[in-house]
């Protein structure tokens, strides 16, 4: 098993750009996260799926926009890269119901510009 | 909302004790968990506990939980300098989790 994987592992952005951060876990997860991770401050959710062709807003989902066409993928966009989105991008997963362990993948390190 | 407070940082010598330590706000919290993270590494479960419990041992990890005062703890027994790392605690009550701002735990020779 390859657990969680996430692409790319590091990006630039110029301000104003767009990009795509792609997630793929291989357990048959129902539920998947994405998180930002800035310094000092924990991990905030950004949007979360409870299920194949379920979205729903987390803590600080401004900015962002997600997919879930398939199971095992879960995209997160960014249409208008702002700097204020420099951090550290976290995707997990999880099974559902309580109690349930997070699987988190490596991180992508988005610097914009 | 949901708040979870830690110290952010804690430096012991090899071979003594950590202790680190974690508050939470949400009563319902059913799950607490601990998580570490490496450098250039994602977040990676070390252990949880059930809210009506009271301590939990596994191997050099205690957790304890006083649920009265909303305060939880994670002693690392022995500490080497592979513990250094942040150190997560994360609270679950409902659908999602909501984690500490981390502390970063150095191992001093």
């Known amino acids: 098993n390859a657990g969680v994987t996430q692409t790319p592992k590091f990006r630039v952005l110029k301000t104003g750009q767009s990009m795509t951060l792609l997630c793929a876990q291989d357990m048959n997860h129902e539920y998947m996260y994405w998180y930002r991770q800035d310094p000092g401050m924990g991990l905030r959710l950004i949007h979360y799926?409870?299920?194949?062709?379920?979205?729903a807003k987390g803590e600080v989902p401004d900015g962002y926009n997600v997919s879930r066409l398939k199971k095992q993928n879960f995209l997160l966009g960014l249409e208008s890269a702002a700097p204020s989105q420099t951090s550290v991008y976290f995707c997990a997963s999880s099974y559902s119901g309580t109690g349930g362990e997070q699987y988190f993948g490596p991180g992508t390190r988005l610097t914009v510009t | 909302g949901e708040d979870v407070e830690q110290s952010l940082f804690l430096s012991v010598r090899e071979g003594d004790s950590s202790v680190i330590n974690c508050t939470y706000t949400d009563s319902s919290s059913t799950y607490l968990y601990w998580y570490k993270q490496e450098p250039g590494a994602g977040l990676q479960l070390l252990t949880y506990?059930?809210?009506?419990?009271d301590m939990k041992q596994d191997q050099r990890l205690t957790v304890l939980l006083n649920k009265k005062d909303k305060h939880l703890s994670l002693r690392i027994a022995d500490t080497q300098t592979g513990d250094s790392a942040i150190y997560f605690c994360a609270e679950k009550g409902g659908q999602n989790f909501v984690f500490g701002p981390g502390t970063r735990l150095s191992v001093l020779p």
């Open positions: 506990i059930f809210s009506n419990m």
């Open positions: 799926s409870v299920g194949e062709g379920t979205t």
